[in-house]
């Protein structure tokens, strides 16, 4: 099996949440939708904030409830209502599921800012610091915004909120993943 193969394989797996198109992007010799293609050139907030609230409704973030508020030049926010089952068994907010908000916040924001060429990015690294917690009916917030913004890596911070108190704070490394160079190409 190539590389390529076994990525597709990987993706296939787990779903093709962060995928830019089809799974056959992975091929490096086909070039994007036409879809994102126009979606690349655009850009514009709205158009961004349609796309990434539908990629919202595939796999865990469609699980947890997660809805993008908006995407902006200064970040994205979402937000998720606390269900019974985000709760951990001592009756709070597991901390899983506030990581889980932060991360596809800061997911979604560096999916947002690939950069030329990229198809999708994958994380490298998280860290997260709890302050607070959330019971059933609290409606946590999520702001992330990106604060290094390279060709191979970002890095984004984010701040999750119940109500205004500020509750988990958390910075994700991003590996950005490009299509592999063709063997026409290097040889």
């Known amino acids: 099996d190539t590389r390529d193969d076994i990525m597709l394989a990987r993706v296939?797996?787990?779903g093709s949440l962060f995928i830019r198109s089809t799974p056959t992007v992975l091929q490096s010799t086909r070039?994007?939708?036409?879809?994102?293609?126009k979606l690349e050139r655009a850009k514009s907030p709205e158009q961004w904030l349609d796309f990434l609230k539908q990629r919202g409704t595939i796999g865990l973030p469609a699980h947890m409830g997660f809805e993008v508020v908006s995407v902006d030049d200064?970040?994205?926010?979402?937000?998720?209502e606390v269900q019974p089952h985000h709760m951990a068994p001592n009756g709070y907010?597991?901390?899983?599921s506030i990581v889980t908000l932060a991360d596809t916040t800061t997911g979604?924001?560096?999916y947002s800012r690939l950069p030329p060429r990229a198809y999708s990015f994958t994380t490298v690294e998280l860290k997260s610091n709890f302050i607070g917690t959330a019971?059933?009916?609290d409606v946590l917030h999520c702001e992330a915004k990106m604060i290094h913004g390279g060709r191979s890596t970002q890095v984004w911070d984010a701040v999750v909120k119940n109500g205004e108190k500020n509750i988990a704070?958390?910075?994700?490394?991003?590996i950005i993943l490009y299509p592999a160079a063709s063997k026409e190409v290097a040889e």
């Open 74 to 80: 200064e970040g994205v926010r979402a937000k998720i």
């Open 93 to 96: 907010c597991h901390a899983g």
């Open 31 to 37: 070039p994007f939708s036409t879809q994102e293609k």
């Open 169 to 174: 704070f958390f910075r994700a490394t991003e």
């Open 135 to 137: 019971n059933v009916g």
């Open 108 to 110: 979604f924001g560096c």
């Open 12 to 14: 296939r797996s787990v």
